[in-house]
Structure formats: C-alpha cells, structure tokens
C-alpha cells in the first residue's frame, strides 16, 4: 500500500510570495497618497522595488 493519498485537485506548496506582494502593493499605494499629498517619494519607491522584486522571485518559483 503505498502512502501516498490522490486527490481530486491540485494542492499547491506554500508560498511567502502572495504575501510580500500584498505588503509591496499596500506600501507602493501608501507612498501614492503621501506624494500626493506632497510628502516625500521614498515610500513610493520602496513600495515598487518590492513589488518588482517579489514579481522577479515569484516567477523564478
């Protein structure tokens, strides 16, 4: 017998990627709002380059 159970869909591993996309996408949206609100750019920035960073690993998987 083997151990091994089939199911009748696809499981898929877990991921910390969905998450750092979340955060990068929450952070690129609240730099928006503090550079429209004339506030510095940084969050901005740092909000893209996590988002590009976790599209990059993302895909890599």
Do not use: E
């Not at 609240?30 to 506030?39: C, P, V």
């Amino acid at each position: 017998m083997s151990t091994h159970s089939n199911h009748p869909f696809h499981l898929v591993d877990y991921s910390p990627w969905p998450l750092t996309g979340a955060i990068g996408a929450m952070t690129t949206v609240s730099g928006m709002i503090k550079w429209f609100h004339q506030y510095d750019t940084s969050l901005f920035f740092l909000g893209n380059i996590i988002t590009i960073l976790t599209v990059y690993q993302w895909w890599r998987d």
